[in-house]
């Protein structure tokens, strides 16, 4: 449990850095599903680096260790 509570927070410090950068520019997932598909990707197509960056730049984000499931509970295992 204690390491999904860190998941948790890392994830959360990662989503604040992210808007404090970007808070005129989010838009809500409901929005961008409205747009006109051209627009959705014209959107999505300046954002993506972005994110794709933090993944190559921080490998706590592709270090899938961290989401052991030792502790979670498999109700169909």
Known sequence: MEKQQEVLEFTKSLRQGYIQE??????????IAKMPLAERHH?????????????????EL?????????DWDMEYD
């Open 22 to 31: 970007n808070v005129k520019s989010q838009l809500s997932l409901r929005e």
């Open 43 to 59: 959107y999505l197509a300046n954002i993506i680096p972005k994110i794709a960056d933090d993944f190559l730049g921080d490998p």
């Open 62 to 70: 592709t270090e899938f260790s961290i989401l052991d499931t030792e």
